[in-house]
């Protein structure tokens, strides 16, 4: 699989991604255009995705109305069992027809689809929640995510337990357990991770260049322009009146890398791993297609891993 390097999802037209005017394709509601005219341009392109899906969401609708003809109490019986489970595999079909499409409101139905599943007691989409949360910038739920999930692995019996603004700053030692090994959480972990170091590396820099006292203005600019991960940029927003900025900055800064260190050298010491940090991340990625869309579209997330990774990959080869 060649990397490939995008900035993000496409968010706007599908074209021209000119963001006023948009109208969603009415068959897959997966793309929009600004215009018919840009509509009619990309038809020859789009067309076979946007059947594709638009033929497995016709399937999940008839899936679906099959289950809403039980009545009520039947629901969570064994007569609806079948009829749900068939409901749960349209529902992934629809997800991977989707997957071909990179774009928010893509990303957005399948996030809504998994979780659908989840609540259908499901117990794999979970692996894949936290990389589509990644991929429209909600971080902070998707750390919140894995933190749930995780706990709920290791008691099964708290299917609610609900995980609010945990800090992803914290030490990742719940992660690093033998007996509960996740490679998506630590996968997903990593690049929570890894977007907040490398914004605040950015902003180190920055500072750097222009002095300690950077006028408020350039500051709001480099938070606009240059921070990728939500948790930086809300930290950033609460700690501005904070006097000692720099040295609590570097802190954060030496205790990211020595975290991403560490779940590396965690992820390298368990067998089936290669201990190339490059075919590692080449098996994760191609075992889970989320999770490699999720990472390429963080520019610089791959070499900023390789980089921390470095020295220990190059010591066992
Ligand atoms: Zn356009
Ligand atoms: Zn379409």
């Given at each position: 699989m060649a990397v490939e390097y995008r900035d993000g999802l496409i968010s706007g037209c599908h074209i021209c991604q000119n963001i006023s005017l948009l109208q969603l394709c009415?068959?897959?509601?997966?793309v929009q255009y600004c215009s018919n005219e840009h509509q009619i341009r990309d038809f020859q392109s789009h067309k076979t995705r946007c059947k594709a899906i638009k033929c497995s969401l016709d399937e999940l609708n008839s899936a679906q109305q099959r289950i809403r003809s039980?009545?009520?109490?039947?629901?969570?019986?064994?007569?609806?069992a079948g009829p749900r489970l068939d409901c749960m595999r349209k529902r992934l079909a629809l997800v991977d027809a989707l997957g071909l499409i990179k774009t928010r409101d893509s990303v957005h139905t399948q996030l809504h689809h998994l979780q659908g599943n989840i609540r259908l007691g499901s117990t794999s989409e979970g692996e894949r929640v936290p990389f589509l949360l990644l991929r429209l910038d909600e971080d902070q739920d998707a750390y919140d995510f894995i933190k749930w999930w995780t706990a709920r692995t290791a008691q099964?019996?708290?299917?609610?337990?609900d995980v609010q603004d945990?800090?992803?700053?914290?030490?990742?030692d719940f992660l690093l357990k033998e007996e509960s090994f996740s490679p998506s959480a630590l996968s997903a972990t990593l690049l929570i991770k890894i977007k907040m170091l490398q914004d605040l590396e950015a902003l180190e820099a920055s500072i750097a260049l222009i002095g300690p006292k950077v006028p408020q203005e350039i500051l709001d600019n480099i938070q606009v322009n240059v921070l990728r991960s939500p948790i930086i940029r809300s930290r950033i927003l609460l700690s501005?009146?904070?006097?000692?900025g720099g040295e609590t900055m570097r802190n954060a800064v030496e205790e990211l890398q020595s975290q991403i260190h560490r779940i590396s050298v965690f992820i390298s010491d368990i067998d089936w791993i290669p201990a190339d940090a490059r075919e590692w991340a080449k098996r994760i990625w191609t075992l889970m297609p989320d999770t490699y869309d999720a990472w390429i579209e963080v520019p610089g997330s791959i070499e900023t891993f390789k980089r921390l990774m470095g020295k220990d990959a190059e010591g066992r080869l």
């Open positions: 009415s068959r897959c509601r997966a039980y009545p009520g109490d039947d629901y969570w019986s064994g007569r609806v099964p019996d708290e299917r609610y337990l945990a800090d992803a700053f914290e030490a990742p501005r009146t904070s006097s000692n």
